[in-house]
C-alpha cells in the first residue's frame, strides 16, 4: 500500500517519501487504519517490520503541536531502544520543527531530566522505572495523555516491568489510546492488554512475508 492510500496530510506523505518510505510494511498497511482512528490495537510484528513508524506516524499525526503539554508516551525497554524509537520519531517529525521529543531512562542524570522537564514536552520516550520516579516527584504530569504506546511489551514482561508499567498508569486519564507492541503474543501479553487497553483490535503479521 502507498502511504498516499492513508488518510494523511500531504505534509506527512512527503516526509515519509523523502526519507525512503515508498510503501507501507505489512503491519503498517494493517495497523495504521485503526490507529488512525483511534482504536486501541495490539500488534505483533517481529523485529525489523517497522512498528516504529506505524506508532510514530499516528501519534504525530494527531498531536497537537500548539499545546505544550505530554500528549504522547512510548514506554520502552532500554535505554538504548528509547534511544532508537526518539530517533525515528524525530526523522518522522522533521518538518515539524517545534515539536519536543524528549528521553526519560534510567542511566542518565535524574536532576538534567528535571531541568528539560521545566521547559515541556510533547512526547516522552522512556523506560518505566524513570517515567514513575518522575510521576512520583511530580515532575511529569499525565493529564493531557492521548496516546500511550507499549513497544516492545513481551520484552518489558519479561523484565519484569509490570509493577511499575501498572503504578504509571495511574497517573495516566482512563480516556486514551493505547497501542502495544509485541514480537511475542502470548497470555501474559493478553493479560495486560485486558487490563490496559479497551476493545483492542488486535494484528498479527508473523505469519507474513
Ligand atoms: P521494529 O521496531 O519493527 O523492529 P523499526 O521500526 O526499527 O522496526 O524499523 C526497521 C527499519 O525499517 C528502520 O530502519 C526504519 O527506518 C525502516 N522503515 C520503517 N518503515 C519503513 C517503510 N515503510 N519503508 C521503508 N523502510 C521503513
Ligand atoms: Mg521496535
Redesign the pocket.
Known sequence: MN?SQLPLTPEMVKT?DS???????P??EEALPFILEGKDVIAE??????????F?IGLLSKLNVKKFRVQCLVLCPTRELAD??AK?LR?IARFKHNIKILMLTGGESFGRQLGSLEHQAHIIVGTPGRVLKHLNKESLDLSNLETLVL??ADRMLDMGFIEEIQSLLAFAPKERQTLL?S?TYDDEIKKISKEIQKDAVSIKTTHQE
Not at 526519507?19 to 510494511?25: A, I, S
Open positions: 502511504f515519509l526519507l525512503g518510505y515508498k510503501e507501507t510494511t503491519i503498517q510484528a517481529k523485529t525489523g517490520s517497522g512498528k516504529t513508524a506505524a510514530g532508537q524509537v525515528e526523522r513497544d516492545e507492541f514480537a
